[in-house]
């Protein structure tokens, strides 16, 4: 996390990318060929992330989640035995406070609305560290290593306490509130990590065309379901048909098993051999920015490990009506499309079959294309029900819609965002309107 260590990272991706440029296509394979072109856009997205975009340099969250996220990497499956993951956990704890505090020292042109970020889940990261790890290696008899675990992670804690007054004191005030990252530089980072070089204006008018098209399906399924209330009344009136806030991590795992059902009895896809993905609580550093998100097993792991379904739950101190609020977005047909779009056949199947893609680049997938990861998770809700899953129950459709049009406004206010000075307030009205988001899903979109 050191300045030095970002300029060293940015000189081996240029030194990496100067390498595969200098390899003459001719003379390789058709994998080879397109594992090189993706490792050259991989490591010009690496370098435009470091010298031009600096997050490193803007982003409180960087830091403090980055290092809880190096923790919970260890804690969340049991690959190895317990005592040997702990003392991984400690060789990286002691270097925790030096990274923390480098962060002060890169933290030059802190922007504010990250920073709030950082400030909202810095509680979560220091109970991750209080809490969640001392309990997962609870088992560990060896006494000599639970105190040195002990000693490490108290550093830990108190790191991160030190770190949320340099947030909240020192930080936050000196914020700017500009996060853009401008027209040329979103250019250029799309076409890194999409190839997509199409102009500005031409996707805004592929994203307008597509809000409108899914626009005019809502309507027509909230008509067909009932023509005597607008689609907002209808959508709000479903969306009372939720688990309780306890209850939707169990609801989400029964979920689970029904689509699985569905797809092997219609044969939609092989799904591969791999443990049945676990529905968990979204951990602290993702609360703020994510409803759900799929944790596969690399490609690489030899053992049977479960991927790990997130969801993310009300914030517990929030008030009744908060809380209330919140779970509008988890009525039950939007488990069931979240589920698909997430675990079966979305993201989980697609990256169970990334042990059998033709190359380390391409199983490595931290180099795939969100076109291809999104793109495949997006078609599986729609074709699902296209293939008769829940009878062409139009709630479900309704869903499936809702989301897409979800879609249709990231990809808008994405753009309109980083290129044409929409605020983070516009942004949440649009999700609020065309997205028909409720507010804290909104909020977190935004």
């Avoid at 509130?177 to 008018?205: K, N, S, Y």
Wanted: glycine share 4%.
């Amino acid at each position: 996390f050191s300045r030095d260590g970002m300029e060293a990272e940015l000189a081996a991706d240029n030194r990496f990318r100067t390498e595969l440029e200098a390899i003459d296509p001719a003379t390789l394979g058709p994998v080879q060929v397109l594992d090189r072109e993706l490792l050259i856009h991989a490591m010009t997205d690496s370098a435009l992330q470091i010298d031009t975009i600096r997050m490193w340099q803007k982003d409180p969250d960087f830091y403090s989640s980055g290092v809880t996220n190096a923790v919970f990497t260890l804690m969340k499956r049991e690959f190895a035995p317990a005592d040997v993951r702990l003392k991984a956990v400690i060789g990286c704890e002691l270097r925790m406070p030096a990274a923390l505090s480098e962060a002060r020292n890169n933290l030059t042109i802190p922007v504010k609305i990250y920073t709030e970020i950082a400030i909202e889940q810095i509680d979560g990261n220091i109970s991750l560290f209080r809490n969640d790890l001392p309990a997962a290696f609870a088992g560990v008899s060896d006494a000599a290593l639970r105190a040195e675990f002990a000693k490490a992670n108290a550093a830990v804690v108190a790191a991160l306490g030190d770190y949320k007054t340099y947030l909240r004191k020192t930080l936050l005030p000196a914020a700017k509130p500009g996060f853009a990252f401008g027209a040329d530089t979103w250019r250029r980072a799309l076409a890194a990590e999409d190839m997509v070089d199409l102009p500005i204006d031409r996707l805004l008018a592929i994203a307008q065309e597509d809000l409108e098209k899914n626009e005019a399906q809502f309507q027509a399924v909230a008509h067909r379901i009932d023509p005597q209330h607008t689609p907002d009344e209808v959508l709000a009136a479903i969306q009372r048909n939720r688990p309780r806030a306890e209850d939707l991590l169990a609801t989400t795992q029964a979920t689970l098993d029904s689509i699985r059902k569905f797809i092997t009895d219609h044969h939609i896809i092989t799904i591969p051999e791999g443990e049945p993905a676990r529905v968990v609580e979204t951990p602290p550093f993702m609360r703020s920015t994510t409803s759900a998100s799929m944790d596969t097993p690399g490609p690489f792991e030899k053992a049977k490990l479960r991927g790990l379904y997130n969801m993310t739950l009300p914030d517990p101190h929030a008030s009744s009506a908060e809380k209330a609020d919140f779970m509008r977005q988890w009525y039950y047909a939007a488990i069931s499309n979240v589920s698909v779009h997430e675990v079966y056949p979305g993201h989980y199947v697609q990256f169970l079959y990334a042990r059998q893609f033709p190359s380390e680049a391409r199983k490595a997938i931290v180099f795939g294309a969100n076109t291809n990861v999104e793109g495949w998770a997006h078609y599986c809700e729609q074709m699902m029900l296209d293939e008769g899953f829940h009878a062409d129950d139009p709630s479900y459709r309704l869903a499936q819609l809702q989301d897409a049009l979800l879609r249709d406004v990231r990809f808008i206010v994405g753009i309109r965002m980083h290129t044409q000075g929409m605020t983070v307030d516009e942004a949440i009205k649009l999700f609020e309107t065309a997205g028909h988001q409720p507010h804290p899903v909104a909020v977190s979109e935004a």
